[in-house]
């Protein structure tokens, strides 16, 4: 009794004395707050105003006229691929309807002159931009790659982004600022510093709600690893963290005036993290169908046989591994029938050494399967015989989870394959859809559903798999080249009034 009459007393004397000690730090410390901010708030404006000055002396023409500049940040634009055609496809509109206006893109290509960047526009994509486009050469790219940033690779990424925007911007200073490549953190820094109407087309976002269910539901995956799904406490941690850097991300994206995706997929994931239905249009990303339309889609075939083909980069995410398995399966099942023979011919890109690792690593697996006589590898082949692999082809594989988009499926549809995509993604809601109410290409998911579906096209007869390549073929004309600048000109209206 003595004892807890004697911590009653402690405590009667205790609480009050501290209640009364962090009292008198409330007004000092909220005094400290309101300075700070108001510090921070004069030296952003201060900012603003030096940027101000450099954009009027940047829009100033020759003649001493304001010019619009119209800026888009893709510091890969070199490289070559789907974003990147999108990007001359996207100028080129704007040159032909906005001829008066300065254009500039933001580049971290700094081994190459700009002279030698449109060559190669020109050379990959046949594009040719009809006025001059001005280069802003970044030296600090190196810090948006995810090489720099083995851990928390998109928190990462997206710091450093900001610092490379802040370099695009000292450097130039637009009225009109499109990021086209997805670096939705630089979106505040030229809205709200730079001044500038803010555009953006997202070809994936950086993070989407099916990331935080494979985190969620402690999935592996190749951005979830083994270790992290077998720990309860690290998979929560790391749930925490999606969660998290996907508020701020929505907060982020909502900043643009005008958003723009690449499909359907992309939309609903958009949609559900920046909020911004109104401002959001869907832009079907550039293909060039036209250049596989002189393929014959009747006597496609001069070899004997079936040729299955498959393009994409060699890359984790376009799960190679499953074509070859489900082929082997279709192999081992086709053995006991008197099938014509097949072959499996893998079409792609490496872009380093861990890409080709992994193209080694698809080979043993074919040979642990005992099918590397029938499965070929074609590394970084040109165009030329890419084209001609399609025209032998019977069917276009693609097996990525997912896929934001799928260029490489539009290509077997306009060459006149028939299509077995994953059933998920930009193949499933945008691309292997019906037309007019016919058949276009077939969906699988598992090794077993994609043994049936290749046995079943294979099964049928000449003249069906005829009508379904001619399906396919006229349904993707709306992904042309003039469908996308038709498109990207009126969502992108907005940003010139």
Not at 56 to 80: E, I, L, R
Not at 126 to 145: A, G, M, S, W
Not at 279 to 305: E, M, S
Not at 461 to 487: G, H, P, Y
């Amino acid at each position: 009794n003595e004892l807890s009459s004697e911590w009653a007393l402690c405590q009667f004397l205790y609480f009050p004395f501290c209640f009364r000690f962090l009292y008198s730090l409330f007004l000092p410390g909220l005094t400290v707050c309101g300075t700070l901010c108001v510090c921070l708030f004069i030296i952003l404006w201060g900012i603003r105003l030096l940027l101000q000055r450099k954009k009027a002396s940047v829009s100033t023409g020759k003649n001493g006229k304001k010019q619009m500049v119209v800026a888009f940040f893709h510091p890969y634009c070199n490289a070559g691929g789907g974003g990147e055609r999108v990007l001359w496809c996207a100028l080129r509109a704007l040159q032909k309807k906005y001829p008066e206006a300065v254009y500039v893109v933001y580049t971290g290509d700094v081994n190459v002159s700009g002279q030698q960047i449109l060559e190669g526009a020109f050379r990959r994509f046949n594009i040719r931009l009809t006025h001059p486009v001005k280069f802003v050469f970044l030296k600090k790219r190196y810090l948006v790659e995810d090489s720099l940033y083995p851990h928390f690779t998109l928190l990462g990424q997206s710091l450093g982004s900001i610092l490379l925007g802040w370099e695009a911007l000292m450097q130039c200073v637009p009225d009109v600022y499109i990021d086209s490549m997805g670096y939705a953190f630089t979106l505040p820094l030229f809205k709200y510093l730079g001044g500038c109407r803010v555009g953006s087309y997202v070809h994936y976002p950086t993070i989407s709600t099916d990331m935080l269910s494979v985190v969620k539901n402690q999935n592996v995956g190749f951005n979830n690893a083994a270790f992290i799904t077998r720990n309860p406490f690290l998979s929560k941690v790391k749930l925490i963290y999606y969660y998290l850097f996907a508020f701020v991300y929505g907060l982020v994206g909502s900043c643009s005036d005008v958003v723009m995706v690449n499909s359907s997929w992309t939309l609903n994931h958009i949609l559900s993290l920046w909020k911004v239905g109104n401002r959001t249009n869907v832009v079907y990303p550039p293909c060039d169908v036209q250049t596989f339309l002189d393929i014959p889609l009747r006597g496609k075939k001069t070899a004997p046989g079936h040729l299955l083909v498959s393009i994409g980069q060699f890359r984790p995410e376009k799960n190679h591994p499953l074509q070859i398995k489900a082929f082997a399966k279709l192999l081992n099942n086709k053995a006991a029938e008197s099938r014509p023979s097949l072959k499996l011919v893998l079409i792609g890109g490496c872009r380093n050494q861990d890409d080709e690792l992994r193209v080694n690593q698809l080979r043993r697996l074919s040979e642990d399967l005992g099918i590397q006589e029938d499965v070929e590898f074609k590394i970084n082949i040109p165009f030329d015989e890419l084209k001609n692999y399609l025209s032998e082809a019977t069917i276009g594989l693609h097996t990525m989870w997912n896929e934001h988009f799928g260029i490489g499926v539009v290509e077997c549809m306009a060459a006149g394959t028939i299509i077995l995509a994953h059933d998920s993604g930009g193949p499933k809601l945008d691309i292997v859809v019906p037309h007019q109410g016919e058949i276009t290409g077939f969906l699988a998911e598992s090794e077993e559903g994609y043994a049936e579906t290749m046995a079943h096209i294979l099964s049928m007869s000449e003249e069906k798999r005829l009508q379904i390549r001619a399906n396919a073929r006229a349904s993707v004309s709306r992904f042309s080249d003039q469908e996308f600048e038709l498109a990207f000109l009126s969502s992108v209206e907005n940003l010139f009034k």
